[in-house]
């Protein structure tokens, strides 16, 4: 395990390889170890990759009075890089809130990125356009779930976790399983602390009162076009895929979107040969 200050707080981080830096950022409910199988072959083909733990994720201290939002979630990625590679850029691969705050990240700090993996979310603007479509609703019901207070913790909680359960099995391609990946997230989710700061992220996301006042010129930063190249990608069993397949009005540096046949939301483990695949054909060919 790795440890490095940036934004005013540790990060904890994993690493694999040498040589051009990718950056993998996890989404939620998971943790940094879910690039297992990325890590791996990305340091095969010589990368070095690295994993960090998201701002309230055990090992990473939990700060009293922090905030979710998500610029001060870029804010973390951006200086996170510079510590990493002294604002040097790198290549990114984000999935679900790790492609939540790529998304953003590009946006604002195209400086900070070479060429990007953004997989399982839409692009902000189609998922504002979405957001009241019932079977969206449905299918991130734990937005709206996860407003609540206390009550969600004591659900996530209840019964061994059942609840994280639930979500991998729902928003994975049926019959897929991953036990001990699925039993390392869940102690990290049990750990003082963690899992309020992981709510406050979809807290964060319909209460102004909870995003950082002082980080206002980085909020409207985050909305331009994004210039940084981009490869869109989406399990094509997720039901988010038909909100991603025409979303290249937003990008203007280059972009593609592919679907991977088999997966659903957790495309990156339920199909890694095929997502790795498509990772190394992306960073190899020239913007």
């Known amino acids: ?49 690295i994993a960090p733990y ?23 990625l951006s200086c996170l890089i510079e510590a990493l ?3 040097e850029p790198l290549l990114f691969v984000g999935q679900d809130w ?30 504002a356009r979405h957001l009241l479509d019932p079977k969206h609703v449905q299918r991130s019901f734990h937005w709206w779930f996860f407003q609540q207070a206390d009550f969600p913790e004591q659900a996530l909680l209840a019964e061994d976790m059942a609840f994280i359960d639930f979500l991998w099995r729902d928003w994975c391609a049926p019959g897929y399983e991953d036990r001990e990946h699925i039993g390392a997230v869940k102690a990290c989710l049990r ?6 700061a992981t709510l406050a992220y979809y807290r964060a996301m319909f209460n102004p009162q909870r995003a950082d006042p002082a980080l206002a010129s980085l909020r409207a930063d985050m909305a331009r076009t994004i210039t940084v190249p981009t490869l869109a990608l989406c399990g094509a069993q997720d039901l988010r895929a038909e909100l991603m397949v025409a979303q290249d009005a937003y990008f203007s540096g280059g972009y593609a979107y592919r679907e991977v046949p088999n997966a659903g939301h957790f495309l990156h ?19």
């Open 85 to 87: 590679g002294g604002g």
């Open 54 to 76: 998201l701002r309230g994720y055990h090992p990473n201290p939990i700060q009293d009075g922090a905030f979710y939002d998500k610029a001060t979630l870029v804010q973390d």
């Open 269 to 287: 483990r339920e199909q890694p040969a095929a997502v790795n695949r498509l990772l190394l054909d992306w960073f190899a060919t020239a913007p």
């Open 98 to 127: 790790g492609a939540i705050i790529g998304y953003a990240l590009c946006a604002a700090r195209p400086d900070l990125v070479k060429k990007a993996v953004l997989m399982a979310v839409p692009h902000p603007a189609i998922v």
């Open 1 to 49: 395990m790795n440890r490095i200050s940036a934004n005013g707080q540790e990060f904890c981080y994993l690493s694999a390889g040498t040589g051009p830096k990718v950056l993998l950022l996890h989404g939620f409910p998971d943790i940094a170890s879910t690039w297992s199988h990325q890590m791996d072959a990305l340091a095969s083909a010589g990368y070095c990759a």
């Open 191 to 196: 750990e003082p602390g963690v899992l309020p």
